[in-house]
């Protein structure tokens, strides 16, 4: 998931996130993740909100006429 210039990446098998600044670090080597856990955890509730509206999105087929992508509103 990007955000700006930020990056967020979530390993499902593991479990673990790893944030990324694409401006500062194109090769994605640097983990901001532990200097910055309320970004990770505001972006990872976001990552986590989109999934689910993907999920709820491709059950209900009536809605597949109605609107796509699924999108999922700011808060």
Avoid: C, N, T
């Amino acid at each position: 998931m990007i955000m700006g210039d930020l990056k967020l990446i979530y390993d499902e098998q593991e479990r673990i996130y790893q944030a990324v600044h694409l401006a500062e670090d194109p090769g994605e080597e640097s983990d901001l993740s532990p200097f910055q856990p309320q970004l990770v955890s505001s972006m990872a509730g976001r990552l986590h909100r989109w999934y689910r509206e993907q999920i709820d999105y491709y059950a209900d087929k009536s809605r597949h006429s109605r609107e796509y992508p699924p999108i999922l509103r700011d808060d």
